[in-house]
């Protein structure tokens, strides 16, 4: 299960940029999907996470700015951020594990199984 993260870019604040993540394997499985980010000599934080049936989880930081979607068919996980701030500047990471349902709170990294590379996100 490879995950192909891309759409990363450096874009001054108040920009918008759309990551995707592209994995290999079965489109007909239940996923608990999400994505995370890592600035510079911080901890990696939960961003946005897509339930198996649709429900989203965002973080406070980002909420009302980024959406998180995806197509099954395509078996791609997006994430579309507006209104970018320097404090968005980051690796991004997409992230996944097969289940029926997501936990309660499922912005904890330790809880997937299969990880993206990352991709560089720069505000300034």
């Known amino acids: 299960h490879v995950q192909l993260v891309s759409g990363g870019g450096s874009v001054p604040p108040g920009g918008s940029l759309k990551l995707s993540c592209a994995a290999s394997g079965r489109t007909d499985r239940q996923y608990c999907m999400a994505w995370f980010r890592q600035g510079p000599g911080k901890d990696r934080e939960g961003v946005a996470n897509?339930?198996?049936?649709?429900?989203?989880t965002y973080s406070d930081s980002v909420r009302g700015r980024f959406t998180i979607s995806r197509d099954n068919a395509k078996n791609t996980l997006y994430l579309q951020m507006n209104s970018l701030k320097p404090e968005d500047t980051a690796m991004y990471y997409c992230a996944a594990r097969i289940a029926a349902s997501c936990p309660g709170d499922a912005l904890h990294a330790s809880y997937y199984t299969v990880w993206g590379q990352g991709t560089q996100v720069t505000v300034s």
């Open positions: 897509l339930n198996s049936d649709g429900s989203t």
